[in-house]
């Protein structure tokens, strides 16, 4: 079994940065794709970004150009570098890996202030 263990959520002003990560421990032999995906109260959960391990990646429109994704497969940890935030960036964020099946983080809270 997979856990999976996430950090770097927090409050921060709109126009500001944070880096969010998702760190893999347990029962791993490879992860595929890990990846990102965000729920705002009241909406429903999102895809933000995802890549794969040989590092090709896809990112939600709303994040293009502001939010990247990378991984360190040594350490079986992906991040989120989040610039330009904006307001409608708050939420919580779920990080994934995929192996035989899905793991879920327990989720990071993002609030960005106007």
């Known amino acids: 079994q997979v856990q999976l263990v996430e950090s770097g959520g927090g409050l921060v002003q709109a126009g500001g940065s944070l880096r969010l990560s998702c760190a893999a421990s347990?029962?791993?032999?490879?992860?595929?794709?890990m990846g990102w995906y965000r729920q705002a109260p009241g909406k429903q959960r999102e895809l933000v970004a995802g890549i794969s391990h040989g590092g090709s990646t896809d990112y939600a429109d709303s994040v293009k150009g502001r939010f990247t994704i990378s991984r360190d497969n040594a350490k079986n940890t992906v991040y989120l570098q989040m610039s330009s935030l904006k307001p409608e960036d708050t939420a919580v964020y779920y990080c994934?890996?995929?192996?035989?099946?899905?793991?879920w983080g327990q989720g990071t809270q993002v609030t960005v202030s106007s």
């Open positions: 347990g029962s791993i032999f490879r992860i595929n794709d």
């Open positions: 994934y890996a995929d192996q035989t099946y899905r793991t």
